[in-house]
């Protein structure tokens, strides 16, 4: 599976961010505080429905966001492109 972008929406620092990968490695790097671990909890949120760092949902929705939104593009051996969204929504899921 290769990631190809990510999108994220209201997700922790990321008010509205898209980040685009290279195809074989991949930095991530920036100063404290700047959202770089946030797209690996994204990408996370993605494979398996939930978060590394916490329990709750809530805790990866942006401060004073109604919901948060992780939208990316893949591809794979079998399929030449994929696309997965994850939304999260207080009180709905």
């Known amino acids: 599976m ?6 994220l929406v209201s997700f922790r620092a ?4 898209r980040v685009t990968f290279a195809p074989v490695v991949n930095l991530i790097h920036g100063p404290n505080g ?4 946030n797209i690996l909890e994204a990408i996370h ?3 398996l429905a939930k ?4 329990s709750n949902d809530a805790y990866a929705l942006r401060r ?7 939208h990316a593009t893949l591809s794979s051996t079998q399929r ?3 696309s997965a969204r994850l939304a999260y929504v207080p009180k709905e899921g």
């Open 14 to 17: 990321h008010a509205d961010s």
């Open 51 to 54: 978060s590394f760092l916490v």
């Open 34 to 37: 700047a959202g770089k671990t």
């Open 2 to 7: 290769v990631i190809h972008d990510v999108h």
């Open 80 to 82: 030449a492109s994929l």
């Open 64 to 70: 004073g966001s109604p919901y948060f939104e992780v």
């Open 45 to 47: 949120y993605l494979a």
